[in-house]
Every structure is written in C-alpha cells, then in structure tokens.
C-alpha cells in the first residue's frame, strides 16, 4: 500500500444465534488486513437486531467517521442498513448477505457484495438438479423473504417438475411431518434451504426416517462450522458452493493454512467471504485514496485481487461473477468436510443485472 | 392425498404431542405444581443437551450422555434454587419473571463463552437407529418410537407423584400458603428444591433426548420455552393431566394444520400462494389455539377456578 | 313498615347440596334482622345471591318493588346494596381513607374521572369524615389497613359499607373475632345506622343477635324454618335442637 | 433527604443536558441513544401503567410497539412512493406528516388493545400473560411471512416524517421531539395514577372482590387502562421507527415485550419514572459492557438478578432506601 | 399441681419490622392443661402464638418446649417437636380438596381421617370437594381437624370458635376437654364466655404486648376484667 489511509466500520453478529457466521466473517477479514498498517478497523456487535444495527451504522457514520462499511450477516439487518449507509456517501462491502432489492432496483454505486447474490447458490442446486438428470423433486425453504428468494433461484434453473413446495415455519426444528410429505410423493430427490439448526435437525431426522433419495442444498448447511453438528448424516450430500478448502489456487492455500495457524480450526464459508472481502479492500486501497469517491470505487469495481475462488469479478451491478461448485461431503480422518465434484455454474453472474440502472 | 399420508401424519402429531410433552415436563413440575415463573426452563434445556454432547463427544456413549444431561441439569437446578430461586417464593411473578430472564441471559452467554458459537454433536445411538414398519405402508423412527415411551413413562411418575402421594398435596399447599404448611410440620424449602431439581433433570433430559434428532446450540431453549408455557397454560395449571392432553393436542393440530391448510387453501388459489398463506396462518396456530381456549376457559382446560 | 327487600321462592343447588330450599323472606325499614342458623346452612349463599355475585336457580329477589333478580352486582351496588364480608376483605395496601374512598368512587361512578387528584377536596368531603367518626377509625385514616388489628379491620369494613350511600346493609358475621369491647362498640353503630337504613344481619353470637335483632329467621339446609321476635326464636323447640343446642 | 420527585426531576433535565452537550461536542451517536432512551421509556411507561399500577403483566406489548411502527412506516413509505394505501372510499396514499401519523398510530393501536383486552382480560394472573404474548406471538408469525411489507426483512422508509417544518433528520430536533412526547406521556400518566380512576386501577391489582362490592366493573377499569397504555406503548413504536428509519418484526418479539418489563423493573415498579431510570440504565449497561466484552450478557443477568434479590424497589426504590439510611 | 411443664414463654420481645408488637410476655403451659390467652384486639395474642410456631421470630426472651429451647428454630422443626396450629382465619389450602386438607400434612397417632369425620360428619361427603367452597363455618372446622390429624402434644387455637355455630362450639369444647384429659396440652385464644370459663385451668391476659394478668379466669376481678378485657 502507499500510505492510503482508510476506517472501516465492521457491524456483524458476535452474541446471541447465529453468532458463528458474525465470528467467522470477522476472523477471515481480520486476517486479510492484519498486515495493513493503513487499516483501522472498529467492530461492533449487532446482537441479529436490525434496529441496533441500524444505530451502531448511524454510529460509525456520524462518530467513528468511517470510510467503509462491513460485516452485516443477514439479508434482514443488510436491507435495515446498507440504503442508508450508501446514501451517506459511505462504501458497503458485503461479506455475506445478497438480497434480491439491492442487486436490482435498489443497486447503488457504493454497494458492493463481494459474497453472492442470494439466489446464486440456489440457482446453481437448480442446474445441478438437471445435469443428474433429477426430474421430480421435492423443495422446502422457511416461509420468509431469503426462504422465497431461494426456492425463487432453485426454480428459476430448474427444469423438473416439482413434486412438492413446503414453505416450513421460521424456527422449526421438527421435521417429521415434512419428511411424510417427502416420502408420500415419489420425488426423486430433494432441495432444500434450511439455514442454522433448522438444516441440523432437517438433516439429521433425514437420515433417520430411512429415505433413500438424494439431497440438494446450498452450502449453509453443511459448511465447516456446522457439519460437525450435523455427522454422517451429511455424508454423501451434494451441496452447492462458490468456495471450497480445496479449491486449487495459491491464494486459497494460503488462506486456508493462515486461518488454521491464526484460529486453530478450518476456515469456513463465510470466513472466505470476510478474507476476500479485506483483499478486495487492500487491493483498491494500493489504487486510490477513499477520499477520492470515483476514482477508490473504480478501484473496487477492478477487483484486482487473488481471489481465494480464483476467477472473480463484478457484474454491472457490483455483485461477482464467479464459478459455483458442487461439493460433496466426504470424510478426512475423522473430520467431515467438503470436495468439490464439479461445477455447477460456471462464470455464473445474478438475474437482478437488467434490472439495476447502474 | 391419500388416507395413509393422513394417518400417518396424525401419528406425527401425536408424536410431536409426546415431544412437546417432554419439553414441557420439567416446567410442569416447576410452573404447574411449584407456581414458579421459570422462564430458565429453557436454559436448563439447552444445559441438558449441552452436558450430554460433552460427554458424548469425550465418551461417545449415547446412553453415558444421557445420564450426564439429566445430573447435570438437576445440579445446575439445585445450586440455582439454593441460591437465587428460594428467595422468589415469596414474590410476585413479576419478580420470578425478571429473575429467570435474567438467568436466561446468563446462561446463555456462559455456554456459548464455553463451548463456543458453533452447534454440537449429538446423535441416536445405534439401537435406536432407522426406522420399523408399524403398518403397512407406514415407517416410523425406532428413536421417536423411544421418545414416545420416554414420555409416557414421565406423565405417569408424574402423575403419581403430584396426585397420589402427600409429597404432591404438601407442595402445592405450600404453593398456596407456605407458611402456613411450614407450621404443619412440613420442610417446605427441603421440598422446593428437591422438586426444582426434579424439574431440572427433565428438562436437562429432555434436552438431550430432543437436542439429539434436532440441533445441539445456544438458544435452542428459547423456543421450545414458549412452546411448553403454552401447553401448561392450556392444560391449565397444576394440572398434570392437562399438559398431557394439551401436549397431544398441540402436536395434532399443530402437524394437521401446517399439512392440511395449504393442502386445502391450494382449492382456491395457487399453489405456491397456497403454501405461503397456509404456512402464515399455520405458524401462528398454537398461539391461536390458545387465545381460543383461553377466551373459552379462562382457566384452561383442567385447570381449577378457585373462587 | 314498608318492605324493602323481598325474596321469594329462592332456590339454589350445588350439586348434590341444596344452599337455598325455596326461600321466602323479607327486609323492613328501621330494622335490624338476624339471620342464624348451622354452619353450611346457606346464609353466606343467600347474602351472595343478593348481591348478585352468584345466580339463583330460581325465584325472584324484589328491591323496592324492583324485580332485580337479573341484574348485575354492580347495578344492585348502584341501586343502594351494600355487605361486609364473612372473611374480612379490605384492601390492605390502601390507607383507610383510601378504602372508604374507592368505595365513594364506585358509588358515585367516578371511576371514569381521569384528571382531578383524590387529595382533592371534592373527595375528602364532610361526608367521608363523618363516616369515618361513626367507625371510631378518623384518627387513624392515614393508617394502611395492612397495619390493623382484627377488630379496626371489621370496623372498616362497615365504614365502607356505609360510604355506599346504602338503602340496605348486608353484614355476613360482623363480630367474628371482635372483643368484648368492640362488639358493645359495634352494638351501638348498628343501632344507629340501622334508622337510616334496615340491616339484614348474619351473627352466630348469640347474645349479640338476641340484644339487638328485631326479628330473626332461622335458615337450616337451606329452609327458614322459623321467623320471629328474639323471645319466639329462643323458645323454639326446632330452633334449640338444630342450632342453639342446650345454651 | 431525596424524594422521589427529585429523582425524576434530575433524571429528565439531565438527559436534556446531555444532549444539548452532546449537540455542542459534536457527538450525534450519542444524541441517537438517548433519543432511544426516551422512546424505549414512552414504551415502558405505556406498559407500567397496567402492570405497576393494575397488575397486569402483560407480556405482549410488543404487540403494540410493533404495530405502531407498522402503522407509522406503512404510512410513510406509501407516502415515500407516492403509492396508493387504499382506494376505497377515497384515495389515500399515506402521509410523511408526523401529525397524522399519530393520529393513526394511537387510532389503531387503541383498537389493538381494546380488541387484545376484551379477550384478555378475561382471564387473569398467569393465563393474562400467556394470553397476551400469544395475540403477540401471532402479529409477529404474521409479520414474518406477510410478504407485502417485506416479511421477515422489513423494509426502510429512508427519512423521517416531518413536523412543522423542523428537519428531523438532524438527531437533535429529533431528540427534541421524543423529548416534548416523553413530557407529554409522563405528564398523562402522572394525572391519570392519581386520579380516582387511577386509584380504582389500583385496587383491581390488590383485591378483586373488593373492587366488585363497591360498585366498579374491574373490567371496564381495566380495559380502559389497557388501551390507553397500548396508545402510549403504540406512539413510541411509531417514534422508534422514525429514529431509525426502518421497520421489521423484531419491534413484535416476545423479547421486545421482556425488554420492557426489565425496564420497568430495574427503574421501579409502578413508579412514574421508572421506566425512564430502568431504560437509561440498561441502554448505558449495553452500550459500556457491550464495548468490553462480548459476553456482557452474563453480567446483565448478574445485575438484574442482585437488582431484584437486594434492591426489591429497583434503582429508584434503592436509592430512596439508601438515602433514608444514611 | 405438679404436672411437667410443656411450654415456657419467658419475657418475649417480637416485632413486624419496626412494629414492635410484643413487649415481654410470659405464659407457662402443663401437661394436659388448657390455658387461655385473652386480651381485646390488637394486643399481640395471634403475635404470641405466631413466635411460639416460629413463624416470626422473637428478638427478645426465650421459649421452650418440653424443655427444649425453640425460640428461633424453623416452623416446621417445631411442628414436628408436636405442636399443632389451628390458626387466625383459617388459612385452610384453598386450591386442595377437603381430604387433601387433612391428610396433607398428618402424622400417625390417635387423630385419623375416621375419627375427624366422627367429629364432623359434615365431611364425609365432601372430603373430595375443593375446601374453597366451604362455608366459613365448615372452613373452621376443617382447619381444626387439620390440626388433630398432626396429633400434636400441644394444641394451639386461635380464635378457637369463631364462626362456628352454638351447637358447633359446644361440640369443640367438648372434645377439647376430652383431649386435655388424655394429656394433651391446650392453648386457647376465644372470646371470652362461659364455656372458656368453664374448660381453661388457667389464663393469661395481654395488654399491648405484654402479660398483666394471669390466674384462674373465674377468680378475675370486675376491676381487672373491665380494665384488660372491656367488659
Ligand atoms: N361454590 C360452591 N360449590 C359447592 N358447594 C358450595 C359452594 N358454595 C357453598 N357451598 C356449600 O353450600 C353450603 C352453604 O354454604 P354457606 O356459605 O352459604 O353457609 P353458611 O350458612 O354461610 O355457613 P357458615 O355459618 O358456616 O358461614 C355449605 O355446605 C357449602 O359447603
Ligand atoms: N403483619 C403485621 N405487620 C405489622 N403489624 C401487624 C401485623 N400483624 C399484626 N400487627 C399489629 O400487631 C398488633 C397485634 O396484633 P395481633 O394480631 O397479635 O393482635 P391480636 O391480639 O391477635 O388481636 P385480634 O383479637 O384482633 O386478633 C396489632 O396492633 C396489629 O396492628
Ligand atoms: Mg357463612
Ligand atoms: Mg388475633
């Protein structure tokens, strides 16, 4: 870097549910910019509240007086805070959360999402569904905005027909009566968006109804943090990912062997997301000074950085174009993780692009 | 659909009755019989299966861990009742409610400095595992099987403990007025504990037993909390019978609604409408049970008017 | 004398008890009327009935030619019926003059008054300091109830019986507990109230009921099964047997 | 010797002073915090006038918060869009003016509350407090998965409504606003404890039968002051959503409604300012723990339960007690 | 009379907060006796038996019970000592059935729910109806048969006959004169009357906390009965 200075604000989840994603998110970005003098970062737990979120946002503007915004987990609080923040003339990285209304109309010039869009990885189970050649399948989500938004991308892939939709309730944590569902309808798989614990007690009740038929699902459910909850009853599951630990180029590596050494536990998901999203920052930095607004957010819109997925860059309406791949869960030793079979979309972009005047 | 989808969903409602049961036992004990607000019932919950994933994780014994969710949850219960819990007899609810929000807050925090943000690791042991025909046609889990006699085994050891014997009639005649049982002769206080612990262990075991096919995390308490005051408020209180029956009922119209009412809102709109409305009016549903059995019998449905 | 109160054909069951058996009975100005007779025989039932806080299963309940036999307890309150209880029932964490107080509002409807504070003088009238005399508790009117004995609590059950305005006093067993002292005490507020308004009186102290009653009925299982002057009542040979005894 | 008066009275211009220093020192952050202060005491103010005065613990206020935020955002965001609300029997498509904003809040969360109550309040003790969380429990599932209004995301009304001309997005206007409410609220309710009917509104929270054999239908009683406090609870959802310009469901969850009775509690129960003393003292807990550790939940909890165990007035009754022993 | 001494109240102190109620009574039981506790409302009678139980605690003096010391000790420690309580206003558990009442807190001995339904005929088809329902006549009693059914070696009564009816209260006194005579020892705190007089062996009487006067309650002088007891 050449001595461009720059403070970023960090609001993510650290207490409460959910927290882990938060912790994740945060451990990768640190460990990007930890070697960065010029970086300062303050962070600020938002508890999973949007209203808090918004205020601890109204914070780093008005008092810390950041340059950059970061770190919101959930589409909920990012939809609470982001039109703000960018309307103040701040830089919103996302890290994790895509939802639908920013990538489209709602798009800004200082919004970027350096993660996913929230259909992509749905979207990508979708054409994982036709390439196996499923023809009938089964789908269920919780009934809420990122629950539709998920069946929304699976479908908008998928070819098949639908054997059945359930929109589950938020929070539930039994699944005997869908697992009925399931059986009774002589689907031949079944997709399913289950975020948390909801997809750790679908998963595990799975299993032990003794159904056969193979299952879909983005990589939420069975990604580093929580496969360890979730045991064998994962094994063999393909799920769709725009990263994976053993994606073959030399910044991952990298990534993933600093993580280990620094935290002492696998990188995540999510971790990744955090880790590019503090390389993305550091690369536009060596370009401009944030303070001159045009030329820092072309800098950003370059995306010139080792990404740890390889190929990255931003569509029009800032959101990546990246590969989306299956993974598989297998078993190293005694610890479940993921491989990657293949890939699911390839150079895969968003479907808001028409609608974002940008 | 057909009839056999219908019975067999049916029984899952029954067989979330008897989960819901579970859930909702310790809380009986401590909230039905011992008038106490115990919004931590929760947390000695998730404590339950916290101590049992622990344990599995060090012993990978499924049957060690269950022992150890149960012990340690009544430990955790009699230390708290012996600290902080005695001193709430004699207050409002208002206080208890306070008080055991609080503990929820503790608790939930210390687990997760503890054990971390991440869910853990608990499964069915191998006898328990797959599933066995009971009808034609119709596969049922060995564990939910065990779940059910689990949770028939504690409606009755409660039944006979708070209505048959004087150990139950003594507790709730300090409910009513402690002093007054104190100057009979009865060690009120000895009592109280010892039945928080029993209620602990419940709920430590039911933790364990649940957390097992469902996810081992913090806050995982925090619904099923709600879920057991509903049950005990519709069975009405003190009524041990009542939160069975309430149970049962709950888990039926809980399982038929979020099956049935979609499948009959599909009549008049689309599909995927269908699923989303039908999915809003059935998450709603217990709460709407309630309120109607409440607006019915104000007291619940076992539950004694006391004039 | 005129009837101011007249039950007619009351009956009530619980269950397998019969609390009223077909009751027929009636309340006249200026007097005192003892109702006495065993425990469980439904007095307390009756009074309850009157008032409203429980339902008949039949007959009529007559106020002033009035038939009010469906109205509601707080209407009968309104239309001047006023009771203490068989188990004293003030509002312990309220000073006197806040008990006598409450029971002014309700009488007046002034419940619905948001705005004036009760120190103000509108509330603590003349009216509520001579009521407060008459009990013998004006000294002590800032006084929580919680902080009185036995007796002052029976005394301020009456003194918000009276701030009722009543036409009728109902007293379920006002001497219950009461010294020898209070209960001479009690006599003589009895005697002078009840000019103004009648008393239907339940008392098991005998030689209170005979000092001061004017007439007394005789309930048991729920049947009166005698009415008359004190000197009628103590040579009954069916009243000695079932309640008296051999006192 | 301090007095209870005194108390409250060094609490509020306290508050005010600080924000004025806030203003001067160049610290809107903290502007925003007591701006939530004072609409997180007008909520539990609502609330502490049927549950500290009548013994109503209603665990579903939350209910009213949320619906008032619901109503005010709705409103502005149509108004936002210029988007039709209805069309029936005139066309309206909301409004940004703060004025008729609460009009409709306090309309309609007054009918939430007589609608809540009347089935409420048939009930008692326990049952009162399930009930009452499950007519909230249900408004919030409804939240969640409505789709019109967002669901579970919410949605932003990107600026506040407008007063009188005032610019409410500067945060020390806005501030002044919540204020002169708070003013308002403490002034109602310090009239409405004290009246007869407040004094009724008591005796239904101590004895029941008593309140009957005077001549007072506790119900009426008891509704009355239900939607009142649901209107007070309702006019700070509406300013909640206002300081932060968005709307979600999380303004309808139960632990919305815990929050509030912990205000109430640690400030003082059935105190008038309580609220105001219990909301300041966990937002300031929040902010300065929250800041060291992560784990300041625990040493929350730590503190609400010695607050009840050894200070059985809350910090207000405390600080009395203290003084009298001094 | 040289009967062993049951009960012994020597100079106790009590207070409610910072009521000070009692102020130095004393009051000595023997076995088999009845002694009645007398004094106008509000002079600390229900005090003293409330620091006799343990459910408040003297600050002041000392208490034994057959010669053990029990000023202090927990309610329930003394109950079980066999001191049985028919309290102030009933306090009979309203959310119990009548025969949960009874059997709820008994202890083997002479008293058993036979012999209280001998007493009471009254319950015998009602021991499974919720006490709350009983008339306040019925509760009384309940709470006395409550009492026997702990066999206690000393009976404590307060407000003995209140609300009972004449007939009723004869019944009690009779079987109080019974029990006295198979050596169970009597307190009594009544209205005074002629059957107090008849059945106690001695009395004491309160004045504002404090014991004035104590003897055989017939010998009471005109002076001392008007002046303590206002008749
Ligand atoms: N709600 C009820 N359910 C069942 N039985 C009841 C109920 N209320 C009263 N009873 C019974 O009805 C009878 C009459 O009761 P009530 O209270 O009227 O008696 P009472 O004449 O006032 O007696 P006492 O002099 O003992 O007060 C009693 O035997 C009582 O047990
Ligand atoms: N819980 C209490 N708190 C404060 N003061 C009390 C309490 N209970 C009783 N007192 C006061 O103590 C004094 C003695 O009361 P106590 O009940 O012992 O009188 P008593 O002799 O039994 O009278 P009574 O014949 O009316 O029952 C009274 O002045 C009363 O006001
Ligand atoms: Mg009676
Ligand atoms: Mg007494």
Known sequence: ADGHKLKVGMITTLSGGGSGLGIDVRDGFMLAVRSSKDIEVVIEDDQRKPDIAVQLADKMIQSEKVDVLTGIIWSNLAMAVVPAAVNQGKFYLSPNAGPSALAGKGCHENYFNVAWQNDNLHEAAGGHANSTGFKNTFILAPNYPAGKDALTGFKRYFKGNLAGEIYTKLGQTDYAVEIAQIRASNADSVFFFLPGGMGIGFMKQYAQSGIEIPVVGPAFSFDQGILKAVGDAALGVKNTSQW?????????????????????????????????????????MAKASVNDMEAFRDALRSADFDSTRGQFRFSSNHHPIQNIYVREVIKEGDTLTNKIVSVG?????????????M | MTAELLIEQFLNGLQFGFMLFLMSAGLTLIFGVMGLINLAHGSLYMIGAFSAAATFAFFNSFWLSLLASFSCAAIVGIIVEKTIIRKLYNRDHLDQVLVTFALILFFSELVRWIFGAFPLYLDVPELLNGSIEIFSGIYYSKYRLFIIFVGLIIAIFLFFLIGKTNLGIQIRAGQHDREMISALGVDISKLYTLLFGVGAALAGLAGA????????EVGMGEPILILAFVIIVIGGIGSIKGAFIASLLVGVVDTLGRFLIPWVLQTVTNPSDAMSIGSAIGSMLIYILMAIILILKPTGLYGKQLS | MNKILKIVNLKKNFGAITASNDINFCLETGEIHALIGPNGAGKSTLIKQIMGEIKQDSGEIVLSGINISNFKTEDRIHLGFARSFQITDVILDFTILQNVLLAKIGKQKKYYNFYSSIESSEFSSEEIKSILLKIDLWDKKETPASLLSHGERRQLEIGIALALDPQLILLDEPMA??????????????????????????????????????????????????????????????????????? | MISEKKISYISLIGIFFIAIFSEYFDEPYLITLLSRIIIFSIAAIGLNLVLGFGNLVSFGHAAFFGLGGYVSGILAIHAFNSELLISWPFLFSGSNNSIIIWLFTILFCSLLALLVGAFSLRTSGVYFIMITLAFAQMLYYFAISWPSYGGEDGFSIYVRSTLFGINTMKGL???????????????????VVNSPFGLALRATRLNLTRVKSVGINPFRIQLMAFVLSGAITGIAGSLYVDLNRFVSPSLLSWQMSGEFIVFILIGGLGRIYGPLIGAAFFVAFEQFFGSYTEHWQIFLGIIIISTVLFAKGGIIGFILEYKKNE | MNKSLILKLDNIYSSYGNVQVLNGVNLQIRKGEI???????????????????????????????NNVKITGMESYKIARLGVGLVPEGRRIFANLTVKENLIGSSIKGYWDLDKIITLFPIFEERLSQ??????????????????????????????????????????????????????????????ISQELKNVSNHSYILERGKSVWSGKLSEISIDDSKLFLGV
């Open chain 1, 244 to 284: 994976s630990k053993d994606l073959d180029n030399k910044a991952n590596k990298k990534f993933v062997s600093d993580f280990q050494n620094e935290y002492g536990r696998l990188p995540s998901l999510y971790a990744s997301q955090g880790y590019d999203t503090g390389r993305l920052l550091i690369s536009a």
């Open chain 1, 345 to 357: 979309l390839k150079d895969h972009s968003n479907a808001y692009v028409d609608q974002c005047s």
């Open chain 2, 209 to 216: 037993l649940i957390g097992t096919i469902q996810s081992v």
């Open chain 3, 177 to 247: 507990g009461l010294s020898l002292d209070k209960i001479e005490k009690m006599k003589f507020i009895f005697n002078q109230i009840k000019n103004e308004v009648p008393i239907l009186l339940i008392e098991h102290n005998m030689d209170v009921v005979f000092s001061i009653a004017n007439r007394i009925s005789v309930l048991v299982n729920g049947k009166i099964i005698a009415s008359g002057t004190s000197s009628e009542i103590k040579t009954n040979l069916d009243v000695r047997k079932a309640y008296l005894g051999t006192a």
């Open chain 4, 173 to 191: 206007n806005f501030f002044f606003i919540c204020f002169f409410w708070l003013l308002i609220i403490l002034f109602i309710t310090g009239k």
């Open chain 5, 35 to 65: 002694v009645s506790l007398l004094g106008r409302n509000g002079m600390g009678k229900s005090t003293t038996i409330k620091s006799i139980c343990g459910i408040l605690k003297p600050h002041f003096g000392r208490i034994e019970f």
């Open chain 5, 130 to 191: 919720l006490s709350s329902n009983l008339s306040g006549g019925e509760q009384q009693m309940l709470a006395i048969g409550r009492a026997l059914m702990t066999n206690p070696s000393l009976l404590i009564l307060d407000e003995a006959t209140e609300g009972l009816s004449p007939v009723i209260s004869q019944k009690i006194w009779n079987v109080l004169k019974k029990v006295s005579n198979e050596g169970i020892s009597i307190l009594i705190i009544d209205k």
